[in-house]
């Protein structure tokens, strides 16, 4: 199951047992953490079919879905998911940058009108 928490913009994916009941009131095996960055590859397995790699900066996962159609919709949510939190990164290095510049203007102006005496 695919996650994003808006509230804090993770994204992750959290794994079940395999025919578990009621998944969603369980809780999961375990949880992969999708930070900016992963990159989503086709893997081509002459044992496995539909097998995609998640490659974070520490580790990769590999993982297979049911039909050739799954895997497409895996790849695709995961990477416009990549694209997203990449363009997250970029608006919030865009504000902290646009709040620097305003403190460093206003710093330029208090400056002046000190050095003006007014």
Same mark, same amino acid.
């Given at each position: 199951?695919?996650?994003?928490?808006?509230?804090?913009?993770?994204?992750?994916?959290?794994?079940?047992?395999?025919g578990?009941?009621?998944? #969603?009131? +369980?809780?999961?095996?375990?949880?992969?953490? %999708?930070?900016?960055?992963?990159? =989503?590859?086709?893997?081509?397995e002459? !044992?496995?079919?539909?097998?995609?790699?998640?490659?974070?900066?520490?580790?990769?996962?590999?993982?297979?879905?049911?039909?050739?159609d799954?895997?497409?919709?895996?790849?695709?949510?995961?990477? #416009?998911? +990549?694209?997203?939190?990449?363009?997250?990164? %970029?608006?919030?290095?865009?504000? =902290?940058?646009?709040?620097?510049?305003? !403190?460093?203007?206003?710093?330029?102006?208090?400056?002046?009108?000190v050095?003006?005496?007014?």
């Amino acid at each position: 199951m695919f996650k994003h928490i808006l509230s804090s913009n993770i994204r992750s994916l959290e794994f079940y047992a395999a025919g578990a009941k009621n998944w #969603r009131k +369980s809780e999961p095996k375990g949880v992969l953490a %999708l930070y900016p960055g992963y990159e =989503i590859v086709k893997v081509h397995e002459p !044992k496995r079919h539909f097998v995609f790699e998640i490659k974070t900066v520490d580790h990769t996962y590999r993982l297979a879905a049911h039909s050739e159609d799954e895997l497409n919709q895996w790849i695709l949510v995961l990477e #416009r998911e +990549s694209i997203g939190q990449y363009f997250d990164c %970029l608006l919030l290095y865009s504000v =902290i940058l646009t709040i620097l510049m305003k !403190k460093r203007l206003d710093n330029l102006v208090n400056y002046c009108l000190v050095e003006q005496g007014v």
